[in-house]
């Protein structure tokens, strides 16, 4: 009797765990997708039916129009275009600087590398606010305050893309480059032939890592920036939407609908080099 209950309990628990594994995946992704329903249904709304004493998910029109007027509120469209160079531009700048100075982490012999990396991630620990007077003073130095340099340059050499990227070099087996250096291969060669080939997942996450963070950069720009309405990036631009005649939250929203576009677009193209990436980067190596 026992023999026979127990794989009939053992396949009810396993339900059992299954359900509630559901159902708690239900529940957090209501949290997460709730405040992107609000966001959309309030950017349809008419500016009078934003707040109302019985919330309601929509308005009594469906407005449109609304993510049109956003534009011609706020020069939304040169904020878009900025934002879109300085993050493509930047993420570049990581990728390539990220990429090199992880290869001679991983795979070239120094003396004093294990420490000067050790040095290196140190720099993870300081938060950026901690930077900004010093940054803007090189800056002004250099006479880029108010540049689209400014907003791509400095931030542009971190140890977290370097540290990504040395994880994943480590768990490329050193065979393939001892194969390649018998055929004449040098360190050049190898880093872009057969280390970058095989590193695109990892560089998939640092592109979306550091594409969504200078995307929606806002401390940075707001202080280094002065002209706005020439050189101001989308978190700038959305501020502009809060003026002394009032917020227009309905406009506000859809500049934010239409503002999340580009960073999902992005995960999406990448989704499976993303998802390989995240299993593989981070696991150590050799």
């Given amino acids: 009797m026992t023999s026979e209950a127990t794989p009939s309990t053992s396949v009810t628990a396993r339900r059992l765990r299954l359900g509630v594994s559901h159902v708690l995946l239900v529940i957090v ?12 249904s309030t950017s349809l709304k008419p500016a009078d039916e934003v707040f109302t004493p019985t919330p ?3 308005g009594s029109q469906i407005r449109w129009q609304n993510y049109a007027d956003a534009f011609t509120f706020a020069p939304f469209g040169k904020y878009f275009l900025n934002s879109m160079f300085v993050a493509v531009a930047g993420t570049l700048v990581v990728v390539a600087a ?26 993870l620990m300081v938060p950026q606010e901690v930077l900004i007077v010093p940054m803007y003073w090189l800056m002004q130095s250099l006479g880029w305050v108010d540049s689209y340099w400014a907003l791509i340059l400095p931030w542009a050499f971190t140890a977290f893309g370097t540290f990504l990227l040395r994880q994943f070099f480590l768990t490329v087996p050193a065979e393939l480059e001892e194969a390649a250096r018998v055929d004449g291969c040098g360190p050049f060669g190898s880093f872009f032939r057969i280390l970058l080939p095989l590193a695109r997942p990892a560089i998939a996450v640092l592109t979306v890592f550091t594409f969504i963070s200078l995307w929606g950069s806002f401390l940075w720009p707001l202080i280094i920036i002065n002209s706005v309405e020439d050189r101001g990036t989308v978190p700038l631009g959305l501020a502009q939407f809060i003026g002394q005649q009032g917020t227009q939250w309905n406009l506000m929203m859809a500049a934010s609908v239409m503002a999340m576009v580009p960073t999902v677009l992005l995960v999406v193209l990448l989704q499976k080099h993303l998802v390989r990436g995240l299993l593989v980067t981070g696991l150590g190596g050799r």
């Fill in 29 to 40: 992704a209501i949290l997460f997708l709730g405040p992107l329903v609000y966001a959309v």
């Fill in 56 to 58: 309601h998910l929509f």
């Fill in 98 to 123: 990220s990429s090199m100075s992880a290869y001679a982490f991983a795979r070239l012999k120094f003396r004093g590398r294990e420490q000067l990396f050790v040095l290196f991630l140190g720099t």
